[in-house]
């Protein structure tokens, strides 16, 4: 990304060994402003642990990072000032309701009681939360209490806000409806970090990706970019019955071409594209053999094939 203003968020070599194993290794990352970024791995990959290096709570073994313009060793106190968290789980008391929580975090935050009952209301229009403001946090549902987990991290008018799986448990509604609350603070320039599980999150919602294996950064950028570079074409044939299916399969197969497994539709046989001019090769290949598909439809790749291919493949691949 061509960006002139200084990251929000610059990490250098940073890593967290537990014992003799090491989580993170030596990670490096930049995060401009406004930008949001998403963490993606596998489970165990070092998504929560770099979360939890970035915002002070765990002290990294090795490397430095810059949140928000301050140093996360010897500035703590500063990153935790400008930076708001919500970690996975909700830490809301569940017997406070969502105005007592705002205006204590706004205590919490020096804010004077009027400054703090003022931030407060602003929130709750915000998040669309009046109705629901003065209810024990323990009796609303999951998406209600992430609005109020976010309306509180965002009290102090944070300049980085991390996110660690913030959708994790919602239903679709809630979940749109937290990607809009977090696209509305970036355009109003605050950095969001967020790790997710989920594909059509990142893709959605993320300026950039980075994919996490095993805790090393394995690729950085944007999902149209790690698309193209990285996820292969699907070809889709699909033919008049089984048997003609079945012998383009084998014929696919003995060709060494990367069928998938999954039938699109009955006797359709789908491959992976792996160059540019495949289809026209396979086609070629498959006609001289007398075999010849009813239709044919090429797909872009999906976020989830980059994943999978980069996440589970052994050698990995790497981009920008
Ligand atoms: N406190 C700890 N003590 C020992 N090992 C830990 C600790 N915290 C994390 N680990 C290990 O570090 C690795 C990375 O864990 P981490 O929780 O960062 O992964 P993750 O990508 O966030 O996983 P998930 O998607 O399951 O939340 C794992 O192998 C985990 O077992």
Redesign the pocket.
Known sequence: MDNVTAPSLRAVGLR?D??E?T??HGLDLEVHPGEVYG?L????????????MLTTM?RPSGGTAEVAGADIIRDPGTVRRRTGVVL?GSALDPRMSARELLRLQGRLQFLTARQARARCAELLAAFDAEEFADTPSGRLSGGQRRRVDLAVALVQRPDVLFL??PTTGLDPASRRGLWDQIRALSATGVTVLL?T?YLDEADRLCDRIGI?RA?RLIASAAPQALKAEIGDRILTLRFHDASAADRARELLAARGEQLRTAEAAPHAVSIRLTGPGADGQTLLALASAGLHADSLTVDEPSLEDVFLRLAFTPEGVHTA
């Open positions: 967290r537990f014992g194993r989580a993170v963490l791995g596998p489970n165990g990959s070092g998504k929560s642990t770099t979360v939890r765990l996975q660690d799986e790790t599980q996490l805790g």
